[in-house]
């Protein structure tokens, strides 16, 4: 009677949100992802006063004012190091953790919040505008390395019919970050001209409270199983994040996995690119990664402010409606957590981009017609709010998730890192190529956005599989028919089929 008990609480624990999972979930992506989405915006209110600054430290130096093209040159350098610097850290990603584990890199990775954030705070007082360009450029690896190692680090600490919902709370962490700073820049709080170095400076303060508070959760059980050949702590994490001692089946297919790796060899980031049995997976990643920065969505909010000003909205006002903005994209990323299990990732991503193709479209030709057409400006708002939305369910949070899914142990690290890499280079090529595009092309550089959208929705469609609810060595046997290659197990004696069925067994042991 007691052996069935403790069996029925195996089960009814299987898979659960557990209080260590979600903690280690709230701590990670609040002292990581926060970050990234608070520094995207932290520059964008502040940044009259901060230019106010460059030009008299400039003056007091040399005794002449600033030229407005210097001006110009050090506040774009000032907004374009941080994805730069976000794709030197994407660059350390593979390296760092397969050495420091993820966990460990989690925490190494605040030394680059934390760092920058003092040298930012202090720049007035130092009369030093290379302080900030600098620290932008730090901040900027912390936000590479978060970007990619808290998907990477939740998804194998996730149960995998809870893995899509914990993968996208990075995501949603970087929306709530993107709010926070739009908050904290209104004028009537740090957005002025005394305010503005104490907000820079908040980015250290998730770090301190991560580098505090993670050290008390586990590392990934897979890292420690597979890459660390250390059963007996793979297994006590596994047990602290199930809350149950019975975790036999899932270790068993973590040693599959293994089994499958070992008989492929393990995988560098030059020789992933080579792989034949990631070759779908690695074209797929690099596609989403592209269409997801590429779709428009700095050029959104780069003409938001001139759309709400358009419709009438007073300028002093802007800020708010601004904020508002970002307000429905939080609300939105909160949807898609609930969704994602029930939904697919697949059915997002082609959603989301559809959306954002449709709402590209339309706006081309409300813009077009803003002058002429007295309502047309409202038309303009509205395809604004509806590019958000589509955006924030499928476009930006599941990339970072399907790339945990798509690759195995091994070749996950080198793959966030080509994924992430990819993902910081077209954010950089963006903000330098789109004041271009604006000033030649006007309002019809959203056609170019739309055809993006419609080529990666098509790519989708046809290419990516759905991966909700599956093993990653399931995964990898969907993409292994596309890519015309086979799983092997151990020496190659064990094919999957049998593997699974094993598995299957294991688990029918476990839950009767």
């Known amino acids: 009677m007691k052996e ?3 069996l029925d609480k195996s089960v009814e624990y299987r898979g659960r949100l557990t209080a260590v999972l979600a903690l280690a979930t709230l701590i990670s992506a609040f002292g990581s992802s926060f970050q990234y989405g608070y520094n995207v915006a932290a520059v964008n209110s502040p940044a009259p006063f901060m230019q106010q600054f460059y030009n008299k430290t400039y003056t007091d130096r040399y005794k002449e004012p600033m030229e407005e093209d210097l001006l110009t040159l050090l506040w774009s350098l000032t907004v374009s190091m941080y994805p730069l610097g976000g794709f030197f850290g994407s660059l350390m990603v593979a390296p760092l953790v397969n050495k420091l584990g993820r966990k460990g890199t989690l925490l190494f990775n605040n030394i680059f919040s934390i760092v920058p954030a003092i040298m930012m705070g202090v720049s007035e007082i130092a009369k030093s505008y290379e302080i900030i360009i600098v620290a932008r450029v730090i901040v900027g690896i912390c ?10 680090y939740l998804g194998e600490l996730a149960p ?4 899509g919902a914990i993968g996208i709370i990075p995501e949603l962490f970087i929306t709530i970050g993107i709010l926070a700073a739009q908050v904290m820049g209104i004028r009537n709080i740090l957005g002025n001209s005394t305010g503005w170095t104490i907000m820079l ?3 250290g303060i998730p770090a301190v409270i991560e580098l505090v508070l993670l050290p008390f959760f586990p590392e990934s059980p897979r890292y420690m ?3 660390r050949r250390d059963e007996k702590n793979s297994r006590k994490a596994l047990q602290r994040l199930r809350g149950w001692d019975d975790v036999d089946a899932e270790m068993e297919e973590m040693c599959l996995e293994d089994q499958s790796e070992r008989a492929e060899g393990r995988l560098s980031a030059l020789s992933l690119l080579s792989q034949r049995s990631l070759r779908w997976q690695l074209v797929s990643i690099i596609i989403m990664n592209m269409g997801q920065q590429l779709s428009g969505v700095n050029a959104i909010y780069y003409y938001a402010d001139s759309i709400y000003g358009s419709a009438g909205v007073n300028e002093k006002d802007i800020q708010y409606v601004t904020m508002g903005t970002g307000a429905v994209n939080v609300f939105i990323t909160i949807a898609a957590v609930f969704i994602v299990e029930s939904s697919g990732r697949r059915l997002l991503l082609l959603l989301g981009f559809g959306i954002c193709c449709g709402a590209c479209v339309v706006l081309t030709v409300a813009l077009n017609f803003q002058e002429s057409v007295s309502w ?3 038309i303009s708002i509205a395809c604004v709010i509806i590019y958000v939305i589509g955006h924030a369910i499928g476009p930006s949070p599941i990339p970072s998730l399907v790339t945990t899914e798509m690759f195995r142990q091994s070749a996950r690290p080198a793959a966030f890192m080509v994924g992430g890499s990819v993902h910081w280079i077209c954010n950089f090529a963006v903000g330098l190529i789109f004041p271009f595009m604006e000033r030649g092309l006007g309002p019809y550089s959203f056609i170019i956005f739309s055809v993006i959208c419609l ?7 046809m290419v990516v599989p759905e991966t909700k609810n599956k093993t990653f060595l399931e995964v990898s046997q969907m993409f292994a028919e596309r890519n015309k290659t086979e799983i092997k197990v151990g020496n190659g004696d064990l094919p999957l089929k049998d593997s699974k069925e094993n598995l299957e067994s294991a688990e029918k042991i476990t839950a009767f």
């Open 4 to 6: 069935s008990t403790e």
């Open 143 to 152: 936000a590479g390395l978060s970007s990619n190692v808290v998907p990477m």
């Open 160 to 163: 995998k019919n809870l893995r």
């Open 201 to 203: 400076g908040l980015t």
């Open 225 to 227: 199983l597979i890459q």
């Open 376 to 378: 047309m400006p409202y």
């Open 455 to 461: 080529v990666t929705l098509i790519y989708i469609w």
